[in-house]
């Protein structure tokens, strides 16, 4: 069965530096999608993407982030200066059409130090 | 704020016994769905309930949307330890941006 794919699945990174994370989108799917998770609490949304440009984004989603589909396979989030509250899972999704059902990743624990 | 209220917080039941999860929400959606999370992966669907009154079942879990389709419900019978985990509902208000209800932690003792 087709899956979404995130990678690393983990990343440690110093307060300041900047992080990519990737995601590769189930290929025949038109939307993407970036949700975080901090521990112990909800799951937020974070930005959606569709023909090539942001669709949506949340209060969450600020000058620091940014998202690229940079070939036909991958779906990136940058977050450019990380602090220390960025520290979270990040999850990756597609979907096939809007309003579909939701097919995530497995997720990028990233660590702010 | 906010936008989805999952109760109860936390659930831990023994095995064998029934449950009810709530959702609720003072905004309408076009659509609901409920997720179930295990730790250190994404959510997995479980169903999309679209029809305000509607009710879905699959397997031991009946899921239900509100007439107004401002909430939701998700009824576990005869729960099984493989039930343990997060369950998510989220909304859908646009199309673009689901909204995550705070989660309910399911724990089923054997």
């Not at chain 1, 998202?67 to 096939?96: H, Q, W």
């Not at chain 2, 023994?14 to 959510?43: A, D, H, I, M």
């Not at chain 2, 029809?51 to 019978?77: C, M, N, P, W, Y």
């Not at chain 2, 493989?82 to 208000?93: E, I, K, S, V």
């Amino acid at each position: 069965e087709p899956e979404v794919t995130q990678t690393p699945s983990h990343q440690v990174t110093q307060m300041g530096q900047e992080v990519i994370l990737r995601c590769v989108p189930i290929s025949n799917h038109l939307y993407f999608y970036w949700y975080r998770q901090i521990l112990g609490q909800k799951v937020e949304f974070l930005v959606s993407f569709y023909n090539n440009e942001i669709s949506e984004k949340s209060e969450i989603f600020d000058d620091q982030f940014s998202v690229e589909r940079p070939d036909g396979s991958n779906f990136t989030l940058k977050i450019r200066s990380t602090k220390l509250e960025d520290s979270a899972m990040y999850f990756c999704a597609s979907s096939p059409r809007l309003g579909e059902k939701l097919f995530f990743g497995s997720g990028t624990q990233l660590s702010v130090l | 704020t906010q936008l989805l209220e999952q109760s109860p917080q936390f659930l831990s039941i023994q095995e064998g016994e029934n449950l009810t999860v709530y959702c609720n929400s003072s905004s309408v959606f076009s659509s609901l769905q409920w997720y179930r999370q295990e730790p250190g992966e994404g959510p997995v669907l479980l169903v999309t309930v679209v029809t305000g009154g509607e009710v879905k079942k699959l397997k031991r879990l009946t899921f239900q949307f509100g007439d107004a389709r401002k909430d939701s419900s998700l009824h576990i019978t005869a729960a099984q330890p493989g039930d343990t985990g997060l369950y998510l509902c989220a909304g859908d208000l646009s199309g673009n941006q689901f909204y995550f209800g705070t989660g309910t932690s399911l724990t089923v003792i054997p």
